[in-house]
Protein backbone atom coordinates (compact mmCIF):
# COMPACT_ATOMS: atom_id res chain seq x y z
CA UNK A 1 0.00 0.00 0.00
CA UNK A 2 1.42 3.54 -1.20
CA UNK A 3 0.98 7.14 -1.93
CA UNK A 4 3.26 9.18 -3.37
CA UNK A 5 3.37 12.82 -3.14
CA UNK A 6 4.69 15.04 -5.72
CA UNK A 7 3.96 18.90 -7.04
CA UNK A 8 5.61 21.06 -4.22
CA UNK A 9 8.06 23.40 -4.78
CA UNK A 10 8.68 27.65 -4.20
CA UNK A 11 5.78 29.90 -4.85
CA UNK A 12 5.02 33.40 -4.48
CA UNK A 13 1.99 34.21 -2.33
CA UNK A 14 -1.12 34.18 -4.43
CA UNK A 15 -0.12 31.91 -7.19
CA UNK A 16 -0.83 28.57 -7.75
CA UNK A 17 0.11 25.00 -7.81
CA UNK A 18 -1.53 21.64 -8.25
CA UNK A 19 -0.32 18.30 -6.10
CA UNK A 20 -0.44 14.97 -7.31
CA UNK A 21 -0.47 11.77 -4.92
CA UNK A 22 -0.30 8.56 -6.73
CA UNK A 23 -1.44 5.78 -5.34
CA UNK A 24 -1.16 1.42 -5.52
CA UNK A 25 -1.59 -1.30 -3.47
CA UNK A 26 -5.33 -1.06 -3.09
CA UNK A 27 -8.78 -0.70 -5.39
CA UNK A 28 -8.57 3.04 -5.55
CA UNK A 29 -11.79 3.73 -6.45
CA UNK A 30 -12.90 2.16 -3.30
CA UNK A 31 -11.22 4.61 -1.29
CA UNK A 32 -12.05 7.89 -0.18
CA UNK A 33 -9.06 10.05 -0.27
CA UNK A 34 -7.30 13.03 1.77
CA UNK A 35 -4.65 15.63 1.37
CA UNK A 36 -3.27 16.87 5.36
CA UNK A 37 0.08 18.94 6.17
CA UNK A 38 1.82 19.61 8.87
CA UNK A 39 4.19 22.91 9.02
CA UNK A 40 7.32 23.08 11.09
CA UNK A 41 6.94 22.86 15.27
CA UNK A 42 2.49 22.16 14.21
CA UNK A 43 0.71 18.98 14.10
CA UNK A 44 -0.37 17.33 11.07
CA UNK A 45 -3.59 18.73 10.33
CA UNK A 46 -6.51 17.87 7.43
CA UNK A 47 -6.79 20.09 4.51
CA UNK A 48 -9.32 18.40 2.41
CA UNK A 49 -10.96 14.82 1.59
CA UNK A 50 -12.62 13.54 -1.87
CA UNK A 51 -15.27 10.53 -1.44
CA UNK A 52 -14.21 7.74 -3.69
CA UNK A 53 -16.38 8.45 -6.73
CA UNK A 54 -15.49 12.02 -6.44
CA UNK A 55 -19.34 13.40 -5.63
CA UNK A 56 -18.04 14.43 -2.22
CA UNK A 57 -15.35 16.83 -1.28
CA UNK A 58 -15.00 18.86 2.12
CA UNK A 59 -12.52 21.29 2.73
CA UNK A 60 -10.71 22.45 6.35
CA UNK A 61 -12.07 26.38 6.63
CA UNK A 62 -8.60 27.55 5.90
CA UNK A 63 -8.52 26.45 2.90
CA UNK A 64 -12.54 26.59 1.65
CA UNK A 65 -12.70 28.53 -1.74
CA UNK A 66 -9.10 28.30 -2.56
CA UNK A 67 -8.16 24.73 -2.43
CA UNK A 68 -10.02 22.18 -5.09
CA UNK A 69 -9.48 18.09 -4.79
CA UNK A 70 -10.03 16.07 -7.35
CA UNK A 71 -9.47 12.33 -8.74
CA UNK A 72 -8.83 10.07 -11.81
CA UNK A 73 -9.78 6.65 -10.62
CA UNK A 74 -8.29 5.21 -14.14
CA UNK A 75 -5.03 6.24 -12.97
CA UNK A 76 -4.73 5.71 -9.26
CA UNK A 77 -4.43 9.32 -8.27
CA UNK A 78 -5.75 12.24 -6.05
CA UNK A 79 -5.06 15.50 -6.61
CA UNK A 80 -4.95 19.45 -4.65
CA UNK A 81 -5.27 22.26 -6.61
CA UNK A 82 -4.10 25.21 -4.55
CA UNK A 83 -5.20 28.76 -5.32
CA UNK A 84 -4.36 32.26 -4.02
CA UNK A 85 -1.88 30.44 -2.03
CA UNK A 86 -0.78 32.34 1.66
CA UNK A 87 2.46 32.04 3.52
CA UNK A 88 0.91 30.29 6.07
CA UNK A 89 -0.06 27.30 3.60
CA UNK A 90 3.65 26.60 3.89
CA UNK A 91 4.21 22.81 4.96
CA UNK A 92 4.48 19.02 3.72
CA UNK A 93 1.68 17.50 2.03
CA UNK A 94 0.82 14.52 2.59
CA UNK A 95 -2.28 12.12 0.84
CA UNK A 96 -4.05 9.44 3.10
CA UNK A 97 -5.89 6.60 2.16
CA UNK A 98 -9.36 6.90 3.90
CA UNK A 99 -11.01 4.22 6.09
CA UNK A 100 -13.69 4.15 3.91
CA UNK A 101 -15.85 5.15 0.80
CA UNK A 102 -17.07 8.55 2.37
CA UNK A 103 -15.34 11.83 3.25
CA UNK A 104 -16.61 11.17 7.09
CA UNK A 105 -14.45 7.43 7.16
CA UNK A 106 -11.36 8.69 8.63
CA UNK A 107 -7.81 8.28 7.23
CA UNK A 108 -4.63 6.69 7.72
CA UNK A 109 -1.63 5.19 5.82
CA UNK A 110 -0.02 8.27 5.05
CA UNK A 111 2.27 8.46 2.28
CA UNK A 112 5.63 10.21 1.81
CA UNK A 113 4.97 13.99 1.59
CA UNK A 114 5.71 16.87 -0.27
CA UNK A 115 7.00 20.36 0.50
CA UNK A 116 5.15 23.87 -0.44
CA UNK A 117 6.78 26.53 0.22
CA UNK A 118 5.05 30.36 -0.04
CA UNK A 119 7.16 33.12 -0.27
CA UNK A 120 5.48 36.08 1.12
Known amino acids: VQLQAFGGGFVQAGGSLRLSCAAS????????MGWFRQAPGKEREFVAA????????YFADSVKGRFTISRDNAKNTVYLQMNSLKAEDTAVYYC??????????????WGQGTQLTVSS
Open 50 to 57: ISSSGGST
Open 96 to 109: AWGWGDSVNAGFGS
Open 25 to 32: GRTFSNYA
